[in-house]
T-cell receptor, first 113, second 114 residues
Framework: EAGVAQSPRYKIIEKRQSVAFWCNPI?????LYWYQQILGQGPKLLIQ????????DSQLPKDRFSAERLKGVDSTLKIQPAKLEDSAVYLC???????????FGPGTRLTVT | KQEVTQIPAALSVPEGENLVLNCSFT??????LQWFRQDPGKGLTSLLL?????REQTSGRLNASLDKSSGRSTLYIAASQPGDSATYLC?????????????FGAGTQVVVTP
């Protein structure tokens, strides 16, 4: 069974530029999560989808971050414009449903200069 | 607000010794608790998931216990090996708020020396 796929793996951008990350969850998983992990900290949830609906986006900085999950499968997370403090690893996870075990992708390491 | 703490932040043990990793949380209203392993530059690998109704869960050399009333979980790794070197994170899924999301501790970085 293929795991959670993410791309790109690494991205370096200058502040005020925009960037997008892509995630393909495990086939059949209804729930998809985006986490932000700053160096030395545990991951923090940004947004949670159930199929193509948003369950929780309370910690998503909506003035600059946006995410969508069209057709309830793939998802894209966008940052526009980026700030220095957005430098982090962005992790995508999926689970069969809410409350089930979560499976993580390899992450995208973003560096904002 | 739920707070998840892992102490110590780093740990070094000689090969063969048993590892004991601690996780504490402030709100006992949890749906489940999950332990993960993270290797440098990699994503998270799920090790064990304990439902709130369970007291422990085992997989091979790994055993995790859960004491909801005291807000603690412990991950035991028997007979450690250099390949166990990684950062170990625990995370709880709250019953309240939007359940399903995970709230993580900062992790314990483990080094097993040959």
């Amino acid at each position: 069974e293929a795991g959670v796929a993410q791309s790109p793996r690494y991205k370096i951008i200058e502040k005020r530029q925009s960037v997008a990350f892509w995630c393909n969850p495990i086939s059949g998983h209804a729930t998809l999560y985006w986490y932000q992990q700053i160096l030395g900290q545990g991951p923090k949830l940004l947004i949670q989808f159930q199929n193509n609906g948003v369950v929780d986006d309370s910690q998503l900085p909506k003035d600059r971050f946006s995410a969508e999950r069209l057709k309830g499968v793939d998802s894209t997370l966008k940052i526009q414009p980026a700030k220095l403090e957005d430098s982090a690893v962005y992790l995508c996870a999926s689970s069969p449903g809410i409350g089930n075990e979560q499976y993580f992708g390899p992450g995208t390491r973003l560096t904002v200069t | 607000k739920q707070e998840v703490t892992q102490i110590p932040a780093a740990l070094s043990v000689p090969e063969g010794e048993n590892l004991v990793l601690n996780c504490s949380f402030t709100d006992s209203a949890i749906y489940n608790l999950q332990w993960f392993r993270q290797d440098p530059g990699k994503g998270l690998t799920s090790l064990l998931l304990i439902q709130s109704s369970q007291r422990e869960q085992t997989s091979g050399r790994l055993n995790a216990s859960l004491d909801k009333s005291s807000g603690r979980s412990t991950l035991y790794i028997a007979a450690s090996q250099p390949g166990d070197s990684a950062t170990y994170l625990c995370a709880v899924s709250p019953l309240t708020d939007s359940w399903g999301k995970l709230q993580f501790g900062a992790g314990t970085q483990v080094v097993v020396t040959p």
